[in-house]
Antibody, heavy 119, light 108 residues
Framework: QLQLQESGPGLVKPSETLSLTCTVSGASISSYTYYWGWVRQPPGKGLDWIGSIFYNGKTYYSPSLQSRVTISVDTSKNQLSLRLNSVTAADTAVYFC???????????WGQGTLVTVSS | SSELTQDPAVSVALGQTVRITCQGDSLRTYYASWYQQEPGQAPVLVLYGKNNRPSGIPGRFSGSSSGDTASLTISGAQAEDEADYYCHSRDSSGNRLVFGGGTKLTVL
């Protein structure tokens, strides 16, 4: 059973970089069977796709975040990472990592982690 | 703004049938998938592809598509179906993904 677990700071200051890690268990993150992604949800609002990464390292990002976001994988640790630069209060959200067998469907989700941007 | 449009809220009487719709130009080319999200929980995939249910999703959930509109139908809604529902698909470029704004389903 594939499981995902997000981790990282719950509080980030404005203009700084948000960094989150997602530890994957039950499958190799480098397997061509799966692809991975990040989705966020501001408090009381809907889901917002951030970006996805495939087994060959190819990444796709939301046009609204592309200039500030980087998604990568660490195969030695079986982890997925998210970096979001120059954050503002508008980036306050629950951040989910997710995985799927067939783009664009996300079959597996972490439980989510709340990141608040505040000084 | 989202490229997929959903009604913000829908209600259904217990045991009746409800349809939740999702409209967007990219749906003329790509299928929508659907997620159910209960308060404080991660989303759960309930439908994908033409009309496929992941293991463990009840048969009362079904999907369809016509033109630029995809639909999620719950036949015989149960109290436990009360949740937010999000459609999800590729955008018009085909390379990026987008979620609908979500529909809050109330079971009366």
């Amino acid at each position: 059973q594939l499981q995902l677990q997000e981790s990282g700071p719950g509080l980030v200051k404005p203009s700084e970089t948000l960094s989150l890690t997602c530890t994957v268990s039950g499958a190799s993150i480098s397997s061509y069977t799966y692809y991975w992604g990040w989705v966020r949800q501001p408090p009381g609002k809907g889901l917002d796709w951030i970006g996805s990464i495939f087994y060959n390292g190819k990444t796709y990002y939301s046009p609204s975040l592309q200039s500030r976001v980087t998604i990568s994988v660490d195969t030695s640790k079986n982890q997925l990472s998210l970096r979001l630069n120059s954050v503002t209060a508008a980036d306050t959200a629950v951040y989910f990592c997710a995985g799927g067998k067939s783009n664009p469907d996300f079959d597996y989700w972490g439980q989510g982690t709340l990141v608040t941007v505040s000084s | 703004s989202s490229e997929l449009t959903q009604d913000p809220a829908v209600s259904v009487a217990l045991g009746q049938t409800v349809r939740i719709t999702c409209q967007g130009d990219s749906l003329r080319t790509y299928y929508a998938s659907w997620y159910q999200q209960e308060p404080g929980q991660a989303p759960v995939l309930v439908l994908y592809g033409k009309n496929n249910r992941p293991s463990g999703i009840p048969g009362r959930f079904s999907g369809s598509s016509s033109g630029d509109t995809a639909s999620l139908t719950i036949s015989g809604a149960q109290a436990e179906d009360e949740a937010d529902y999000y459609c999800h698909s590729r955008d018009s470029s085909g390379n990026r993904l987008v979620f609908g704004g979500g529909t809050k389903l109330t079971v009366l």
